[in-house]
T-cell receptor, first 116, second 116 residues
Framework: AQKVTQAQTEISVVEKEDVTLDCVYE???????LFWYKQPPSGELVFLIR??????QNEISGRYSWNFQKSTSSFNFTITASQVVDSAVYFC?????????????FGAGTRLFVKA | DTGVSQNPRHKITKRGQNVTFRCDPI?????LYWYRQTLGQGPEFLTY????????KSRLLSDRFSAERPKGSFSTLEIQRTEQGDSAMYLC??????????????FGSGTQLSVL
């Protein structure tokens, strides 16, 4: 069965600090996709990144970076030099190819507060 | 394209009443998903369609819930005999058929249901 665990419920940082959001997943599939979505106070979930199970290269996009490690079933998200606008709830998600038909399952989310 | 549209944005109803929500996906998207999100939790999968076919339903979807996607375009989610436990944000998402980078979901703003 597929499962996504985000152990950090809330994180509070001061602007310009770096912050890492943890994500651990469980799957039996060999082909799967991992995602991060952002849900700002306005409520609409916004896609940030997708990673497939065959590509363990880390990715950087501006102040955002993602570390995918299959050996530990983790897909962590780091925001460098955080800004107040980064305040939101961040969700890690998993989509399995075979058993899940690419149905996406979400973790419980991590609420990030960035204080000025 | 205007993105995924959901109506109404808010719905307040009395226990025992029936409610219906509508979702208009991005026009070229074959897949349409319904999720439910309660306070402090991630979106929970309810059901999804590929074109007009409903391919999977979660055990969360009791027999009081029914979803349709006639003609493979918009979708409706109906809840009969609402209960207070049905109070939640109901999210709709759409995507192209997964594969080759099409796995990301585009979400609507949701319908907030309050059952009194």
């Amino acid at each position: 069965a597929q499962k996504v665990t985000q152990a950090q419920t809330e994180i509070s940082v001061v602007e310009k600090e770096d912050v890492t959001l943890d994500c651990v997943y469980e799957t039996r599939d060999t082909t799967y996709y991992l995602f991060w979505y952002k849900q700002p106070p306005s409520g609409e979930l916004v896609f940030l990144i997708r990673r497939n199970s065959f590509d363990e290269q880390n990715e950087i996009s501006g102040r955002y970076s993602w570390n995918f490690q299959k050996s530990t079933s983790s897909f962590n998200f780091t925001i460098t030099a955080s800004q107040v606008v980064d305040s939101a709830v961040y969700f890690c998600a998993l989509s399995e190819a075979q058993t899940g038909g690419f149905k996406t399952i979400f973790g419980a989310g991590t609420r990030l507060f960035v204080k000025a | 394209d205007t993105g995924v549209s959901q109506n109404p944005r808010h719905k307040i109803t009395k226990r025992g009443q029936n409610v219906t929500f509508r979702c208009d996906p991005i026009s070229e998207h074959n897949r349409l998903y319904w999720y439910r999100q309660t306070l402090g939790q991630g979106p929970e999968f309810l059901t999804y369609f590929q074109n007009e076919a409903q391919l999977e339903k979660s055990r969360l979807l009791s027999d009081r819930f029914s979803a349709e996607r006639p003609k493979g375009s918009f979708s409706t989610l109906e809840i009969q005999r609402t209960e207070q436990g049905d109070s939640a944000m109901y999210l709709c998402a759409s995507s192209l058929v997964p594969g080759q980078g099409n796995e990301k979901l585009f979400f609507g703003s949701g319908t907030q249901l309050s059952v009194l």
